[in-house]
C-alpha cells in the first residue's frame, strides 16, 4: 500500500491549497483517513480526519478554514485549506489507519508566507 500526497507549496497568508492523497493497494474497507501536520521542532499532530462512516474531526484552530473529504472510489483524501496562516507552515502528512494496519505518506510541504 502507498500513499502519496501532492498539492503543497507557497502561498501567500490568505491564499488556499489543495492537498490531494492518492492510495493504492489493498485496503480495508473499515477506516479512518486523515491529514497531520509537523512543523520544524515540534510533534506531528492531527490536522483533520474522515472515517469510511463520514465521521470527520477536525483541530480547533483549522475548524472553519479547512475541508478534508475523500473519495472512497478513487481512494483518494483531500483537503481544502482556505485562508492559511503564516502558523500553518508545516509539512503534511496523509495517514491511513484501520484495525490491522497503519500508513503514511512520505509529506507535502506546506509553507504560507505573511
Known amino acids: 500500500v502507498q500513499l502519496v500526497e501532492s498539492g503543497g507549496g507557497l502561498v501567500q497568508a490568505g491564499g488556499s491549497l489543495r492537498l490531494s492523497c492518492a492510495v493504492s493497494?489493498?485496503?480495508?474497507?473499515?477506516?479512518?483517513m486523515g491529514w497531520y501536520s509537523q512543523a520544524p521542532g515540534k510533534e506531528r499532530e492531527l490536522v483533520a480526519s474522515?472515517?469510511?462512516?463520514?465521521?470527520?474531526y477536525y483541530a480547533d484552530y483549522v475548524k472553519g478554514r479547512f475541508t478534508i473529504s475523500r473519495d472512497n472510489a478513487m481512494n483518494t483524501l483531500y483537503l481544502q485549506m482556505n485562508n492559511l496562516k503564516p502558523e500553518d507552515s508545516a509539512m503534511y502528512y496523509c495517514?491511513?489507519?484501520?484495525?490491522?494496519?497503519?500508513?503514511w505518506g512520505q509529506g507535502t510541504q506546506v509553507t504560507v508566507s505573511s
Open positions: 493497494g489493498s485496503i480495508f474497507s473499515i477506516n479512518v
Open positions: 474522515r472515517s469510511s462512516g463520514n465521521y470527520t
Open positions: 495517514a491511513f489507519h484501520s484495525d490491522y494496519d497503519d500508513y
